[in-house]
């Protein structure tokens, strides 16, 4: 509110910065997860070219079903991604420089996976060798991926970055839930020697077991008392 | 508020974490649904390379017209439902776990929607087998995305997910013109049998009926009590 | 509050449901150009494939000069179509069926410009026929948006969906200059017949007249009164 | 609140026009850089379509290896932006219409700046001309973004768009550093002459090197004083 000369009334000062809520660091992770989610449909459910021309909707169909179940499972493990970073998200007060840094490479890797989905799709039909590098290269990208969060989320929890509401005992158990996850990833990995396509139905299964609700996930519906300051009453369900 | 041995104190604890309002959700539900659309006009605008340097622009506009009216049929569809979206979602006031998940298989619908328009627009100078198969593929991905958002709605409805201030006659009349869209997707998918141009048209016809005004919609204009507590009095039109 | 049997103490009812404000439906318009501008990039700046083996990437850039004139013009002319509507929508409170339903139809032509452009810069080279026709589907997409946008603006207008504190006058003046905007995408239009160049020389120099201030622009800078509730007095610049 | 005839009651008026705040603006920018990130990674990663089919994965991953380090190091780039117009931003607490018309300009680059890093992996292997011409349209790219993020900078400070709490002793130092970025990045160019690689190796150099805390970035963690009015006390560390 003062000339450049009073500058000790300034509020933001080199020594004092303004910080920053997570508004917009949220919607920009959104948004690369959504365009992340889109585009995967567009590379993984366009037809191969080869052949177009001479074949009928119906064989190609058949062809292309390994196309459908890459998609399937790649939108799982997005969509998993985007609950994950959702809910542990609303737990983080402000940000500072390095959970920006962190959340970017994170967002590096699942940029990546529309591409590592497609490669995969594509050589499940290859040999063996090929099988398991474009295994490899997709399941690197969703440990990558798990890597970089599980260090945002580390660093949020040990900078003072979190709500100071939240239990750090509940923190502590989320944290080792989020843990647990990138090394079943690879479990459902190492299927890919026995099965590629059993692999896949493997990281499905683990979507699905990580839906059964744990420490970090929201609370059940229901009016609660919390946020009206009331019993919840005679608000109940209502079909 | 507390180190962590003074646990009770924390509001957020195991068996009280944070709910979470709709704002993120639906934000990255329009950046899925904005995405696919784009995406849509470049898939579906772009000319069949085959023949590409022989003919003139005039020639491939005339092939093309089918790529343009699936583009504003699709566009129609995938408009109306962000519109039914939009529409639904302010009456909800926090989400959980499932009604999130219900949200993300919805998404995997309207991000495939692109690609089986492109299939449908391709097929339409097909043979009969060919066209009934992208309609039905077409159909399917319409037919799932409007499962999975009854299916978010109804779950809403009966967790306690909606605003209290909802009139439960208004969600249950709601709910019924939600569930009768599909089947009318489904009357307009048969007439593929009969004609594919005129199944498409009759698609548009389908959302031109839901801009009738009906139960969930948007309330008309005009300066209203409820918002300003005061009578709208002297602020008519002022054109 | 109650339950099913009490109705008229809930405050949304079949005759007085929720409005809502216009939070979402920017954010969503917001993505749609995002996602048309980037993929206008990718698409136009895609250098042509054919001879790409034989020849280098100078003899390509000169070849390619006209795709980077297109993405410049149609990049300003779709910032010129965020701009204002960014500039209009300060001036909306809330929203109707109708003004979305318009919104709507506005972002299907816009999401179709990065085809036309691409279209243009195709034909940029072509035959006199082919060189008119793109240009007129490219002004036949900038005309549609602007038709349907000032469809919506004299909707909000005349609907009672603007702010109330804003005069008439204003809102007006400003109908006045959105009007005018398309007449002179005609005119730029016209020059094709002259020189294809020429016309989108016409249309860069039609964008930069538009950004002299006029009514619905943003109020310049300073700390104006209406904000602080007291004179900028001291604030002046600071560099 | 009056009709027409009572103009001077109206708060907006010709003359008082409502301003905005930067909400709409940065989730504008941040959909575009979201956009431009995935679509890079989708064009980067694609393999080279020439001779997919006559050699296998390994091979070809090794091929490839150019391209997965400029989708490193251009994510690294373009993830830098982000931050810094992150950053930067949140002391703008009002546009106008020329600093609007800047960061359009701004996002036209950054959304060049995909197709850039593909003619730059693309033509790593071609002659030294095709090498140093497409090294030079890629730090064009990244320069015209400085340029104009620089530009956008200077006009909020010189033109009261800043947040007045801002110490000007503070703006200056940002705007300085703001500056040096830049001439760093025209000396990474430099190195194409040598090497293309250690070029590349340069740019990753330059974005680790703003990575050491500056003015203008965001204040370290912990529950700081001007947040909660209370000293930080007790709540340290808590993993």
Request: net charge negative; proline share 5%.
């Amino acid at each position: 509110m003062a000339q450049a000369g009073g500058g000790p009334r300034h509020r933001f000062r080199r020594d004092s910065e303004m910080s920053r809520d997570t508004v917009r660091v949220e919607a920009f992770s959104d948004a690369v997860i959504a365009v992340a989610l889109t585009l995967m449909a567009v590379e993984l459910l366009q037809f191969n070219p080869s052949g177009a021309a001479d074949t009928d909707l119906v064989s190609r169909l058949q062809q292309e079903w390994r196309a459908f179940l890459a998609y399937i499972i790649t939108f799982a493990i997005v969509g998993q991604i985007w609950l994950t970073h959702h809910n542990s998200w609303r737990y983080v007060v402000r940000v500072d420089q390095m959970l920006l840094v962190l959340n970017l490479i994170m967002l590096m890797f699942v940029a990546a996976i529309p591409f590592t989905a497609n490669q995969l799709s594509d050589h499940l039909r290859g040999s063996d060798v090929d099988q398991q590098l474009s295994a490899a290269i997709y399941v690197g990208a969703v440990l990558g991926e798990a890597l970089f969060f599980n260090l945002g989320w580390w660093w949020a929890r040990s900078h003072g970055l979190l709500n100071p509401d939240l239990d750090p005992r509940l923190a502590a158990s989320v944290s080792r839930r989020y843990l647990v996850r990138p090394l079943l990833y690879l479990l459902a990995f190492a299927i890919v020697f026995v099965n590629p396509i059993l692999s896949l139905l493997a990281y499905l299964l683990l979507v699905a077991i990580y839906l059964v609700r744990g420490p970090g996930d929201l609370p059940p519906g229901g009016y609660e008392k919390s946020e009206r300051g009331e019993p919840s009453g005679d608000h109940g369900p209502e079909n």
